[in-house]
């Protein structure tokens, strides 16, 4: 969650930080821990995933990861081979779920299970890699 304040440190409003999970910011020592890695949870009829990360980069990783952990267990993933995706968006709960429907694509498309992932984010354009 999000706390907005205003100049004087008063709080205005809370918001989720990003629908499904996403951790944007870098935790700085009088922020409280912010949580590593993936997690899945009901949504309705659907599942939902979320990935925590110290960066943007490394919560991106963390969701996919989650995405791969609805198919099956991702330790039991034998990466073979590597296929690099690219997204654009005008911010990062939008770039966010680009780049989980991108992997959704190459899933389906390159009929491949991806068990590592690796992203970078800069101007709100990841460059990854994923290797399944």
């Not at 020592?29 to 943007?56: C, K, L, M, N, Y």
Request: proline residues 7%; negative net charge.
């Amino acid at each position: 969650m999000l706390m907005k304040r205003d100049e004087t440190g008063q709080a205005l409003e809370q918001t989720s930080n990003v629908a499904i999970g996403m951790t944007a910011e870098t935790p700085a020592s009088s922020q409280p821990r912010v949580p590593r890695g993936w997690e899945t949870f009901p949504h309705g009829s659907d599942i939902g995933v979320r990935g925590f990360g110290a960066t943007p980069a490394e919560a991106f990783a963390n969701a996919a990861m989650a995405l791969t952990a609805v198919i099956t267990d991702p330790g039991r993933v034998q990466p073979s081979q590597a296929i690099e995706l690219a997204c654009e968006a005008p911010d990062l709960e939008i770039l966010l779920l680009d780049w989980l429907n991108a992997v959704v694509t190459a899933i389906a498309v390159e009929r491949l299970i991806f068990g590592r992932y690796k992203a970078r984010v800069a101007h709100l354009a990841p460059l990854v890699c994923i290797k399944g």
